[in-house]
């Protein structure tokens, strides 16, 4: 039986699995999901959603793709993990989720990007639908990979973007795509998102929970959950993993809340566990080798 059987619960509450139906929508979160659907209908272009590791980018592409899926007119395809060791590596990739045809006659990457050309203007134009590309983890995209994106971008007509283009990433994307000549101005919306505040860690909290199945009865004291926001600084990764941990605890120990002794007791134990590798990784002799 699995500790959130054990709790009366249907499912995991904090798995760190970017569910969208696990998805706490914050104040920031929910203004980013909004102003994207806003760019993407009046076809934009470019859209940036930036913020530090585990600050919830990947969950809320997810949420937005769930969303993007029920519209008929839209047609969205996703890169989501975005490393690519040549321009043809990635064009290749790109004709394929878009079902463009790359036979011999497209081999070249001018050929190649002349095919995808003709798939907007197809999707985009003739059929009019809302064409809109997600790539996840964009820091990792290389500087010509962000050269295609930005001659794609080039496609239009008198009233909208022919292509809708959405970048998550880390904080190092913003510097990268800032000093690419012709590529910053061209985003239409830029957001950052950031961690959640106390009041939101308890609503993030108390969410999960009742999504998971949870009765009135929630399991955290007031003083635990302030205990896992000053921990986790409020960031929805860190939290959904003390939050596990803490559950976890409740069961083996059986007992019946989480209190803030547990807490700190849990935050204590993975301390002393990160001090014990960083001794085993100090004692282990360097390999020279030959």
């Keep these: 039986m699995s500790y959130y059987q054990a709790l009366g619960l249907t499912a995991e509450p904090f798995s760190t ?37 585990g600050t919830g980018k990947t969950t809320l592409s997810r949420k937005l793709s769930q969303v993007l899926r029920e519209e008929p007119d839209t047609a969205l395809y996703m890169i989501l993990n975005p490393y690519f060791k040549s321009q043809k590596q990635f064009l ?49 995209l290389p500087d010509y990979v962000l050269e295609i994106l930005r001659i794609l971008l080039n496609y239009e007509t008198n ?10 990433g880390q904080l190092e994307l913003v510097p990268r795509i800032s000093r690419l000549a012709n590529f910053w101005d061209r985003i239409a919306l830029k957001c950052m998102l950031k961690p959640l505040d106390l009041a ?8 999960r929970l009742r999504q998971a199945g949870a009765p009135d009865h929630l399991f955290f004291s007031g003083a635990a959950i302030e205990a896992i926001h000053a921990n986790t600084q409020g960031y929805p990764r860190r939290l959904s993993l003390l939050c596990h941990n803490s559950l976890e605890a409740l069961v083996m120990q059986d007992r019946k809340v989480v209190d803030e002794q547990l807490v700190r007791d849990l935050i204590a134990r993975d301390l002393r566990r990160v001090e014990e590798e960083d001794n085993f990784i100090k004692g282990v002799p360097d390999v020279v080798q030959a």
């Design 159 to 168: 009233e909208y973007k022919i292509l809708q283009l959405i970048l998550l």
């Design 17 to 53: 699995s970017p569910d969208p139906a696990f998805f706490y929508l914050s104040k920031g979160h929910k203004a980013a999901l909004y102003r994207l659907r806003i760019a993407l209908g009046l076809k934009r272009g470019m859209c940036v959603v930036v913020g530090d590791v």
């Design 92 to 140: 290749t990739r790109l004709a394929s989720i878009f079902h463009v045809d790359v036979s011999p006659k497209h081999d070249s990457g001018l050929d190649c990007i002349e095919a995808i050309e003709q798939f907007l203007f197809k999707k985009g134009v003739e059929e009019r639908k809302t064409v809109v590309l997600l790539i996840d983890e964009a820091q990792l």
């Design 200 to 207: 939101e860690t308890r609503e993030m909290i108390e969410f």
